[in-house]
């Protein structure tokens, strides 16, 4: 009850959001679990420290003095024989003591983090490569199989349930791949590969972000994790595997022509056309994501016109360039981005 009552007061402190909480002492997984134990552990023992210290420098403060106790200055620097070995004592006691929770506290955080890591499953896992990018998250599902690779951006869908194995990667500067509610904060170094595990107890919506500064537009650089049943993760996926529905709506079609136009193609992929560009998100199942411009802004047609005339307003430096698209083109190329689901 207590805890659930800090735990809320912490919660609403971080960023509200149509997800759960967006908190590492909410956790939803085994990782983030014994995290949460280890920092409630430090929370409690430290607080209780603390309050000690306080109730015994109020004591002292405010103990009653009579007036032989008056120590004169000359006194207080020559202390009695008794009164050195109290002292002594005292000191001596609470260095031990101090040495003592010190190597608890380091006990418990090296076994927590041993533990976390000890959790790489054998048992058919989920392997999901993250590439930082500044300032948006390249999603890949691996599969043996290249034909069965997914490859999306800045939401990531997982099955309750199973273990899934986050391989880090980075295409320029560091990031740090945090998820509170999952599991602690990743760091993404280019040209090496950092592994975690992390499994969701609970379908729900967990929002993450970078947690390493990584220039302009670090701070709109988040990603949303859903966790579904394995069913509804099924059927997202058998989504995503497909290539984008060729349109048979005109206004579609137009629309798709006007992207194909369009320097888009030199930058963004869309599977089952020929836009092929590979340095910035995939835009196969576009229509289906929760955000633009990693979750910058929600998925909508509005935010989306936004975004493809002027992309360096909403989201300044970002590395997308500015195209002028034909105004008599933009809601066509609109409704067939967002077609895509
Ligand atoms: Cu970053």
Redesign the pocket.
């Known amino acids: 009850m207590r805890r659930a009552v800090v735990s809320a007061i912490l919660a609403s402190v971080l960023t509200g959001c149509a997800g759960r909480q967006q908190s590492a002492v909410d956790p939803v997984g085994p990782q983030s679990g014994k995290i949460d134990t280890l920092w409630w552990s430090f929370f409690w023992l430290l607080g209780a420290i603390f309050i000690a210290v306080i109730i015994v420098l109020l004591f002292t403060l405010m103990r009653p003095r009579s007036g032989a106790e008056q120590e004169t200055i000359e006194a207080a620097h020559k202390p009695s024989e008794a009164t050195d070995s109290r002292i002594r004592r005292i000191v001596t006691g609470a260095t031990i003591a101090t040495i003592v929770i010190l190597f608890v506290l380091i006990v418990a955080s090296v076994g927590t983090g041993k533990a976390i890591s000890e959790l790489s499953y054998k048992k058919n896992p989920l392997t999901i490569e993250v590439t930082?990018n500044?300032?948006w998250w390249q999603i890949r599902y691996l599969n043996d199989d290249p034909s069965l690779t997914v490859v999306t951006a800045n939401e990531i869908h997982i099955p309750v349930g199973r273990p899934v194995q986050i391989r880090g990667l980075s295409n320029d500067?560091i990031?740090?791949f945090w998820v509170p509610n999952l599991h602690g904060k990743r760091d993404l170094i280019p040209s090496r590969t950092t592994d975690e595990w992390i499994e969701a107890d609970h379908p729900g919506l967990y929002r993450g972000q970078?947690a390493?500064f990584?220039?302009l537009q670090?701070a709109h650089?988040s990603l949303w994790v859903v966790a579904e049943p394995q069913d509804k993760f099924k059927t997202w996926m058998d989504a995503q595997l497909q290539p984008a529905v060729a349109p048979s709506d005109p206004e579609l079609q137009h629309g798709q022509q006007v992207f194909m136009n369009h320097a888009c193609i030199f930058c963004h992929q869309i599977r089952g056309t020929t836009a092929g560009g590979q340095n910035a998100p995939d835009l196969t199942h576009f229509g289906s994501r929760r955000g633009i411009a990693a979750n910058t802004v929600p998925n909508t047609k509005g935010n989306l016109a936004g975004w493809i005339v002027d992309p360096q307003s909403m989201k300044p430096g970002n590395h997308m360039a500015s195209i002028v698209v034909d105004s008599t083109e933009l809601q066509p190329l609109i409704e067939y981005l967002e077609s895509l689901k």
Do not use: K
């Open positions: 930082g500044q300032w500067v990031h740090s970078c390493e990584c220039g670090h650089m």
